[in-house]
């Protein structure tokens, strides 16, 4: 069974920069495995931010950027608002198989 | 403008079989590329993707799940239908089905739909 794997949670100051980060247990996240990252707040549908690493959809604020870093995906956040504070998950696509990581709490403080 | 909308019981009782339909608009599933996926989740839990039709008829599934899940097309009634058998109490979630376009982008959800399970 394929384990994707996030930091259970992560704490940031308003202003701040943050980096969360999705690893697969096959080995290296390499862009054949194109994450995409969702964000989530309580009560709703999760809101997708980035696909294919990096691509970001028409509605994804300019602060939210994703790249890959030391063989994970990973989800960058600068100068972080307040409303960013949510849950945040990543997903791998495994040639039609997909894989969410068990998610990483953001807190704003 | 890509929606999807998910109905089906809000109730179902142990050992039963689930059947949720997702209704889509905006997109056809025989647009080469396209897909429809379901994922769940439990209440306060993760995410737990679950399946997925391609528009060229190609399915994936959850290797924990496959042996429980079926889900099928209906092109002309723009409609992704989903089974699941032999319900449990540990199934209860929000089930959101979600548009897949070639990238893979999962681009738009549907609002989701909770189901429980109890007798």
């Known amino acids: 069974q394929t384990v994707v794997t996030q930091e259970p949670s992560l704490t940031v100051s308003p202003g701040g920069t943050v980096t969360l980060t999705c690893a697969s247990s096959?080995?290296?996240?390499?862009?054949?495995?194109?994450p995409n990252w969702f964000q989530q707040k309580p009560g709703q549908t999760p809101r997708p931010l980035i696909y294919?690493?990096?691509n970001k959809h028409s509605w994804t604020p300019a602060r939210f950027s994703g790249s890959l870093l030391g063989g994970k995906a990973a989800l960058t956040l600068s100068d972080v608002q307040p409303e960013d504070e949510a849950e945040y998950y990543c997903?791998?696509?495994?040639?039609?198989?997909?894989?969410f990581g068990g998610g990483t709490k953001l807190t704003v403080l | 403008q890509i929606t999807l909308k998910e109905s089906g019981p809000t109730l179902v009782k142990p050992t039963e079989t689930l059947t949720l339909t997702c209704t889509f608009s905006?997109?056809?599933?025989?647009?080469?590329?396209?897909?429809v996926g379901w994922i769940r989740q439990p209440p306060g839990e993760a995410l737990e993707w679950l399946t997925i039709?391609?528009?060229?008829?190609?399915?994936r599934f959850s290797p924990s799940l496959k042996s429980r899940l079926t889900i099928t097309k209906d092109t002309s009634r723009n409609q992704v239908v989903l089974t699941m058998t032999n319900m449990d109490p540990v199934d209860t979630a929000t089930y959101y089905c979600?548009?897949?376009?070639?990238?893979?982008?999962?681009?738009?959800w549907g609002q989701g739909t909770l189901v429980t399970v109890s007798s």
């Open positions: 979600a548009h897949m376009a070639n990238g893979p982008v999962f681009g738009y």
């Open positions: 905006g997109f056809s599933l025989s647009t080469s590329g396209v897909g």
């Open positions: 039709i391609y528009w060229d008829d190609d399915r």
């Open positions: 096959t080995g290296a996240v390499t862009s054949a495995y194109y």
């Open positions: 294919s690493i990096s």
């Open positions: 997903l791998v696509y495994y040639g039609g198989v997909v894989v």
